[in-house]
T-cell receptor, first 112, second 114 residues
Framework: TQLLEQSPQFLSIQEGENLTVYCNSS?????LQWYRQEPGEGPVLLVT?????EVKKLKRLTFQFGDARKDSSLHITAAQPGDTGLYLC????????????FGKGTKLSVIP | DSGVTQTPKHLITATGQRVTLRCSPR?????VYWYQQSLDQGLQFLIQ???????AKGNILERFSAQQFPDLHSELNLSSLELGDSALYFC?????????????FGPGTRLTVL
């Protein structure tokens, strides 16, 4: 079973600060997805990274896929209260696998 | 709004009972996935259906079963409920067969077993 470890588990920061959360595995994934989930709602897809070393930007969010496709990071610049939520990474093992492996998430609170 | 609908939003029942959760995928999506989310286990994949056929099984208990109907909606049946089954249950859908494709999640059903 492929596992994804996310860190930190909890993060509480002040509005305007920068932060990075991590998603690590000992396994290789063909792609990796990041989702954000707000309380009482389902996860919403933010981005998919496919190529080792790939960097994608979504406004103030920067996503990077590790060169070996085993890890990923999410960096948020100048965090805002609207960024509050649970950030989940999910890996696609590829090779005909039909299921994503999810990390347990990083719960981010941005304090105004 | 992801386009995936789930009913009911909340469900409260007693141990030993049986419940059915319903999911309608996005228009055009053929794959439906069911997940269980609890505080300690995170989001756990249960089962996937593609165009009416079971395609992948994850950590689904034998007390749980699912099916996908010709109109592509899906139902997750949970029986002989235990306290530990209390969780959020999500349905997701995607266009194709491969689970790695982008999945769109519904709002979830919060199940409370008393």
């Amino acid at each position: 079973t492929q596992l994804l470890e996310q860190s930190p588990q909890f993060l509480s920061i002040q509005e305007g600060e920068n932060l990075t959360v991590y998603c690590n595995s000992s396994s290789v994934f063909s792609s990796l997805q990041w989702y954000r989930q707000e309380p009482g709602e389902g996860p919403v897809l933010l981005v998919t990274v496919v190529t080792g070393g790939e960097v994608k930007k979504l406004k103030r969010l920067t996503f990077q896929f590790g060169d070996a496709r085993k890890d990923s990071s999410l960096h948020i610049t100048a965090a805002q209260p609207g960024d509050t939520g649970l950030y989940l990474c999910a890996g696609d093992p590829g090779a005909g696998s039909y299921q994503l492996t999810f990390g347990k998430g990083t719960k981010l609170s941005v304090i105004p | 709004d992801s386009g995936v609908t789930q009913t009911p939003k909340h469900l409260i029942t007693a141990t030993g009972q049986r419940v059915t959760l319903r999911c309608s995928p996005r228009s055009g999506d053929l794959s439906v996935y069911w997940y269980q989310q609890s505080l300690d286990q995170g989001l756990q994949f249960l089962i996937q259906y593609y165009n009416g056929e079971e395609r992948a099984k994850g950590n689904i208990l034998e007390r749980f079963s699912a099916q996908q109907f010709p109109d592509l909606h899906s139902e997750l049946n949970l029986s002989s409920l235990e306290l530990g089954d209390s969780a959020l249950y999500f349905c997701a859908s995607s266009v194709g067969l491969a689970g790695g494709r982008e999945q769109f999640f519904g709002p979830g059903t919060r199940l409370t077993v008393l």
